[in-house]
Every structure is written in C-alpha cells, then in structure tokens.
C-alpha cells in the first residue's frame, strides 16, 4: 500500500470507480471551477398564496405543504464543500465517519412532499400551446417549450372575485408550475419552466397520487452528479433540502433560531427554519472552513437520527410512505434515473450498518434529441422496479458487523479528505459577525497595551501590560485551535494580517529570528543567524561581528532560511537567555571565521515563568504498560516490530505564542533589542508540546486516529491490515500486519521529519528486545551492568555474594532509625535508578516503594537495604520478562494487601499484578 494514496484514497476503486472525473481529484491539482447556486426561491416566496379555494386545489394535488416553506438564505460555501463529498457512484455524501445521503424519509419530514406514489414520467410529444391554453386558460410565448416565470407571476397571482371552479384550478395549476419551476426543480434558463409537467397537473387528484418526494430527489441527486463531476458549474435542484438536511444532521455552519415555530400537525420539518435566526456560528463565504471542518468531523457531529422526536408533530403526507423510505428502488424524474440506496446509510434508521452490496450502474446521459420522447415507455424497466418498491425493502441483517468493521472497510473505499498537506486555512476564519467584531475589539485592545507598554517605565505596570497582551493572544489562539486540521504544519493567524511566508519548514534547523516591528525604519540592517544542529556538518563560512550598531553577516545553508531583523523589546526584562555549546577550538565572541563547528543552542526555560512565558506544556508520552501490552499482543499475533528515531525532534516546530530570548553567548543585539524565536529550540517549556503537536499533525493527516486510552498510541484501520505506532517523545515503535503499508508510512515520516529508521525494535527507552522467531524477552542487563559498574567504585561490598531476593523477609525500615548519611547524593541517585528498573523488573517494585519513602533524609540503615537490592541485581542480571507467542488475550489480575504494615504511619500496601494471557503487563 502506498502512503501516496494512504493520503486521502480510496485504497482500492472498486466502489469510486470514478475518482480521477471526480472534482475532490481537480482541487489537488488547482482546477476545480467555481460553483455558482441556483436559488429562484425568493421570487416564489412573494407568491402569497391566501385564496382558500386554490389552497384546496394545492393540497389536492400533494404541493400543499411544501410552499409552507418560504425562502431560506442559502449558505452556499457549505453547499460546495457537500457538494465535493457527493459521490455519484453510490449516490452518498462520503464522510469521514461513514457515508450519509438524502433519503425518502428527508424528502418526506423536510418539504412535507409525498414519497410513496406514482413515479413523475410521462411524454414531451404533445402540442406545448393547446395544452397551455386547455389547462391555464392561456396561450404564452414560449421558446423550446419554456414559459417565463414572470409571465406566471404576472398573469396568476390575483384570482378573479367572479372565477368558476375551473378558472380555481388554472390558477393552482399557475401556482404549482411556478413552484416546480422555482423550488422543486429550477433548469439552467434561470427564469423559465418546462410545459413538460403541465399534463402532470390536468387532474390534480391524480396528481396528488404522484411521487413528486422521489421526482424531487432525483433531479437532485443528478444536479449534484455533474457538479462532482465537473460537468457543470451551476448547482440547481431543491437546494433548500439540501440545506436544510445539512442543518438538521450535521453540526457545521448551522444557525440559532431566535424563536421556536411549533410543529402543529400542519406544516413540514423545514418551515421551523422560516424563523429568525442567529448566525454567529457560521463563517459564511468560506468554503475552505467547511473542507476543513468535513475532513475532521467526528461522530458524534452527526446526527444519524434527528426526527425521532418531532415524526408525530408533522402532517400526515410527511409520515406517509414510511415503509418505503428504506427501498433499494431508482428514483424517476422523466429521462432522470438515480438510485436510491439506504442500505449505505442504515445509520440514518437506527439500524446496524452492514457492508453494502455493490452498486449498479446507471447510463446517465440522456439520448441526444430526445426531448420528443415518451419516457414512460423508455424507462419502462426502472418504472415496473419502482413499482415493486414495497418488495426492495433493506432490512438490518443479522450478522452486520461491529461498526468497526464497516469503518475499516469504508476507510479503505472512500475519499478521506478534501484537503491535501499545507493546503488546510493558514489564518483564521471569524465564524460570523459577532466573532469579527470580537476579534477587532481584541486587537485594538491589544494595540493600545502595546501602546501603553511603550510609554511606560515603571516595571508594574509593564508587567501588567505584557500580561494582558499574552492574554489577548492566549483567547484568540484557543477561539480556532479546537478546529485545528490536521494537516495543518504552521500556527493559525489571526485577524487580517496574514504571517509571512518563510522556507525551511520542517527542517531540523531552529528558525531564530528578530522580527521589525512598525515603528521602526524599514532600512535597519537584516541580521542573519546561522544556527547547526548538535551534530557536526559542513557549513559556509561566515564572520559574525560583535557590535551594538552593526549586523551580523552570515551564510545560511541552502534551502534554509533564518533570515532576522532587529525588534525592539517588549516583553519582560527577565527574558530567558541562551547557552550556546560551541567546539573548542571556537573563541568567544566568535570573531574567527569558522568552517566546521557544533552549535547546539540551549534556552534556559527554567527562566520562565507560568501564565507570563508560557501556559499549557503537557505533551502525552507512551505508558510503560502499553508498551508491554502492545509486544504482547505482537508476540500472540506474530507481527513484526520496527523502531524509528527522529532527530532533533524539538527544532521541527513552530511555536504558537511568541516567545523572545536575550541573545546567546557570542552574538549581540542593539540595545532594548531581544530574538523572537520563531520555532522550538531544545530548553524551551514549549518545545515538548510543540513537537507532539507537530508529529500528531502528520499522522493524523494520514488517516491515524488517537487512542482515548493512551495519546501517545495511534492506529490505522485499512482494508488490507492494521498499523500501530507508539511514541515516547521522539522514539517510535511501529507494528501492525501490514508489512508494505508500514514501509509507506515510514516513508512518509522520512519525508516530514530526519528520521533514522533503527530497524527490527532490538533496545527501546533502556529496555533490550530479545526476540526468537515468535516470543519476546526484556530485559534491562546494559542499564543493571552500568549501574552496578558505578555503584562497584563506590562501595565494594557490592561484588560481595549475589542474593536471591531484593529485601530480607519481614524487615521493618523506620524515620528515625540508624546514622544519617552525610552525602545522601549516592542514595537519591541509586534510588531513580531503582525506579525506571521497576518499569521492567515489576518484582522490585515494593522494594523501591519502601526505599523511595526516605530519599528526604536517608540514613546508614536504609542505604544498607539498597545495597542488598544492587546485590540482588549482581545475582539476577541475567533474568527477562518473557512474552510467549502461543499466550491468550484475556485480562487476569492478582492483588494482595497488607494491612498496617508501615511501621512509619500504620498504613495498609496493596499490591497487584496484571497479565495478558501468560504476558506480565503491569
């Protein structure tokens, strides 16, 4: 498997057979065109219709309902970002958690249109203006057949106080061609209808027997078709379903109402958003969001059944047909064929999803001239299938899989995502107008602190301010950063200022950096800084000069840049400073010309304060007890173990606050002047949540999900195997039973960061990795040999006989008991040591237990009981934990207790023990 098509699929094209016509395929190569929305909504919502005799006639006919629902405003970004989604070789918006479309049922609920009937076919060959003048009364100009919208509008909107009954029904018959020609399915004339459904309406109880739900959804779902496949530009159908059902089951872009209309057993689902409504969760106008937010949505941010409450508040045609809203039946418009499939979306009834049965393909080019054609005869085969829509019922199958399953196999199928790597939003998108106008208060609020800053001498205040302004920007950055994307590999920017574009993104290379900020002239002289990684490589030569006025010229390796320029200081006068680590032969300040050095820079974080420099630093790191569970469950699955290394892992990252630091030994800065570090350098108290974010960004990107029981643990489920990664900091474990997809995601890891691939996993964090041909051992005997080797020179007792248990049986070790030790360094030492061996050795564990309680004021009696412990170690080096592969994988337990065995506070030890099969874990 090829990370190349991990990136966003589908693995395999059995089911989108169709990705290269497909417009997600034209936004990776830049070529999508723009889609513009047909809405005529608006011009048929000032149609009032009041006349209870036409209303008669409108109910009669099935469209009652419906024109309850007035215009909405449509949100045409999220309309294109669904759009891109819609797949037409299964007829489903293809989503992350699973595929969803528009069924019978929203049909139904939404526009209150019935869905179990006749389906809308029928005949062009007649004469257009005598079947004009028989059912309205009158005769238009037309062209192709088309009768102008306005011509309607002009001609029946005010009913004669004298009309017969049959002049009633012309007009309801005005009024439903308008709606058909507005609402329902609107054509590329813009201002026109079709005379083509006028024979529909000659007997309106007949035609209220008709499908029009069906009709309706698949003039639709073929409008959508050719604008996934770029067969045109313009997006027409019933675009208020669409953007209703997005509302209703989606979590995107969806407004507030300001009041509640009650669903009285008289109007449909969707005239509830005939309301006021509130739009400050919804960044209209960008399309990008939408992607953004698609390609990350969860599960729980869609509603897979949102009308279980309100079924029984709605009109009887909306509930009708409820036995067929789960047929496998193709939907007829005319010449229009689509079929409709449920059982990809048996989510949306409440019942397990079960792989789906492949879809049949249907020719969706109409016959050239054909608009003479009697589509009732032409379609007489799909015709008698819809007919027999009762017998195609999907039922929940009994043995559908877990979700799970499904899932593994979706995410095998599927286009994952529409957003490639560094094309996610690089700034901040406000999500409507009350989020704009915060975000301008906070920066002019932010402004007038850096004014006062400027003005300002005495240190309070300034403290106060510079701690206002780290507020501003903490709020702004925590408003996007739960929207973050994955793929996402430089920090969003807020407000209207776009951040400047800078190379060398994802090199091992620290982007240190001054930055110039307005106040100051633009002819400052640029500083250049050269900074090498703490390995040796060849550099240009440069000659730094020290000097308060002058710059600093340097040469800067080719493809990186760290270009600088002077910033006056506006942070704290306790700005951490840098240690720079340079080779010997280097004289401070640096005035020779250097060809070949080591320069790892340093930040003295231990400078930084909390809620001043920095806030939340917590990065996850891999548990000791998933690490043992996870080569357990390698062993019993004979699966193979590799282990990667990155290099520099803390210099790959961007920093999403702006941090400044004095300048390093060597280097100078006009006065008042201090670096703005751009990306993490080692020290930092951010540089471990920066590098964690940035590896999640890529993994994440490629379709990894997050385990909920450890954060450093991620896994891939894809129709051809399993792929684990465990991380600790910058060493990674890789697994998984699919050998090729593995080697790609090596790869891809190669490509986004300087990765040392260490090959079968053989020493991991101090734990050596014995493995046969199917088991596994650990063991610590390199660190217990390092550790002994150092305690021997110290104290030579400890060559003496090896034992056979770490402590005597029964010994009680107190407070106060025995001479303290004058240098109690050896102790503490010895006692971390003892600490990380009881990650593998776990029969130590009560031993370090006991001897960690007096590491505050040790004495000759407790250093003598670690002495025994390193004896124990002497005798025992050899032994390992073994992970057999023929073990189990069920979970047993042992535990036992003490009860008020501490001599020192009468408390009660519990201790437990947990294997996996036959495999100690914890």
């Known amino acids: 498997m090829d990370i190349s098509v991990m990136e966003a699929g589908p693995l395999t094209r059995d089911v989108l057979y169709d990705q290269e016509r497909h417009r997600s395929a034209k936004i990776d190569a830049g070529e999508a065109p723009s889609i513009t929305i047909v809405d005529h909504t608006r011009a048929h919502s000032s149609w009032e219709l009041t006349d209870p005799q036409i209303q008669y006639y409108v109910r009669q006919a099935g469209f009652f309902e419906c024109s309850q629902i007035k215009w909405v405003r449509l949100d045409w970004a999220l309309l294109t970002a669904l759009v891109e989604r819609w797949r037409p070789e299964t007829n489903t918006f293809h989503l992350r958690q ?232 193709p939907l007829i418009c005319f010449e229009i064929v689509e079929m409709h499939l449920p059982d990809r979306v048996l989510r949306q009834f409440g019942l397990r999803q079960h792989i789906p049965a492949p879809v049949e393909r249907i020719e969706r080019d109409p016959r050239k001239g054909a608009h003479r054609a009697n589509w009732q005869i032409i379609r007489q085969n799909y015709i008698h299938r819809w007919v027999l829509r009762e017998e195609q019922v999907v039922m929940e199958r009994a043995d559908a899989p877990d979700l799970g399953v499904y899932l593994r196999w979706y995410w095998g199928i599927t286009r994952r995502w529409i957003f490639q790597e560094n094309k996610a939003p690089k700034e901040y998108i406000p999500r409507g107008p009350v989020e704009r106008e915060l975000v301008q208060e906070l920066e002019e609020l932010s402004g007038m602190a850096h004014d006062a800053l400027r003005t300002t001498t005495e240190q309070e205040p300034r403290n106060m301010f510079l701690r206002m302004i780290k507020k501003i920007r903490s709020a702004l950055q925590r408003t996007r950063h739960a929207s973050r994307d994955g793929r996402e590999e430089r920090p969003i920017e807020y407000g209207r200022r776009r951040r400047r574009d800078h190379t060398g993104a994802g090199s091992s290379y620290s982007d240190l950096s001054f930055l110039l900020p307005p106040s100051l002239p633009s002819t400052t002289i640029p500083v250049s800084v050269a900074l090498i990684p703490s390995y040796t490589q060849p550099t240009p030569s440069f000659t730094p000069m020290a000097s308060n006025d002058s710059a600093l010229d340097s040469s800067t390796p080719p493809g990186h840049s760290s270009t600088t320029s002077p910033l006056q200081q506006d942070t704290p006068t306790d700005v951490p400073s840098a240690s720079v680590t340079a080779s010997p032969d280097v004289t401070p300040p640096l005035t020779a010309i250097l060809h070949e050095i080591v320069i790892p820079l340093l930040a003295r974080g231990f400078s930084q304060e909390y809620d001043i420099d920095y806030e939340e630093i917590f990065a996850p790191v891999a548990k000791m007890t998933f690490i043992r569970t996870l080569i357990a469950v390698v062993a019993t699955k004979h699966w193979p173990l590799y282990q990667m290394d990155v290099k520099n892992a803390f210099l790959n990252n961007d920093l999403s606050k702006k941090v400044y630091m004095q300048p390093p030994p060597g280097f100078s800065a006009p006065p008042g002047h201090a670096y703005h570090i751009r990306r993490a350098i080692y020290g930092l108290k951010q540089a471990h949540r920066a590098w964690f974010e940035r590896f999640w960004q890529s993994l994440i ?53 300087e990765m040392k691939d260490l090959g079968s996993l053989h020493y991991f964090l101090g734990i050596e990795v014995a493995s046969s041909s199917r088991d596994y051992l650990l063991s610590q005997q390199k660190y217990i040999a390092e550790i002994l080797e150092r305690a021997t020179l110290n104290d030579p007792s400890i060559a003496t006989t090896p034992l056979s248990t770490p402590m005597k049986i029964n010994l009680k ?110």
């Open 701 to 753: 990107y490629i379709g990894f999900i997050e385990s909920l029981a450890d954060y450093a643990l991620f896994y891939l489920f894809s129709a051809s195997g399993t792929i684990i990664l465990l991380l600790y900091v910058d060493d990674m474990i890789i697994t998984g039973s699919d050998s090729s997809a593995i080697t790609s995601l090596k790869q891809h890891l190669q490509r986004q960061f």
């Open 98 to 329: 699973g595929e969803a479309t528009i069924t019978l049922q929203d049909v139904g609920v939404i526009l209150g249109l019935r869905v179990d009937g006749d389906a809308v076919t029928g005949t062009d060959d007649f004469h257009y203006g005598t079947t004009c003048e028989e059912l309205l009364g009158h005769t238009p100009t037309m062209k192709g057949g088309k009768i102008k919208l306005e011509w309607l509008r002009n001609n029946f909107q005010n009913v004669p106080i004298d009309a017969t009954d049959e002049i009633i029904k012309r007009y309801a018959r005005a009024y439903i061609l308008h709606m058909i020609g507005t609402i329902l399915f609107p054509d590329s004339t813009k201002d026109s209808v079709h005379v083509r459904w006028l024979p529909l309406l000659g007997d309106l109880e007949e035609c209220g027997e008709l499908s029009w739900g069906s009709a309706v959804l698949a003039y639709l779902y073929r409008e959508m078709t050719k604008i996934a496949l770029v067969q045109n530009k313009e997006l027409k159908g019933c675009l208020t379903l669409l953007q209703i059902w997005s509302w209703e089951r989606l979590h995107m872009g969806t407004p507030d109402l300001r009041e509640a209309r009650a669903l009285d057993g008289h109007i449909p689902l969707g005239c509830r958003w005939n309301v006021s409504r509130s739009w400050q969760t919804s960044p209209k106008g960008h399309e990008n969001f939408y992607r953004n937010e698609l390609d990350q949505m969860e599960d729980e941010q869609v509603k897979w059944m949102p009308y279980e409450l309100v079924l029984e508040s709605l009109p009887d045609i909306c509930r009708e047909g409820e036995d067929v809203w789960r047929a496998r039946v």
């Open 813 to 922: 070790l107190r407070h106060d008991g025995g001479d303290p030790l004058s240098q109690p360094t050896r102790y503490w030492e010895l006692v971390g040591a003892f600490v990380y061996l009881s990650v593998k050795r776990s029969n130590i564990a009560y031993v370090v237990h006991i001897l960690s309680q007096f590491v505050s004021s040790p004495t000759f009696i407790h250093y003598t009981a670690l002495i025994l412990v390193l004896r124990y170690f002497r005798g025992t080096i050899t032994r390992s934990l073994f992970f057999p592969s023929d073990s189990s994988l069920s979970l047993c337990a042992y535990s036992d207790a003490g009860w008020a065995n501490n001599a020192n506070t009468r408390r009660s030890t519990t201790g437990f023990c947990i294997f996996l099969g036959s495999s100690l874990i914890s």
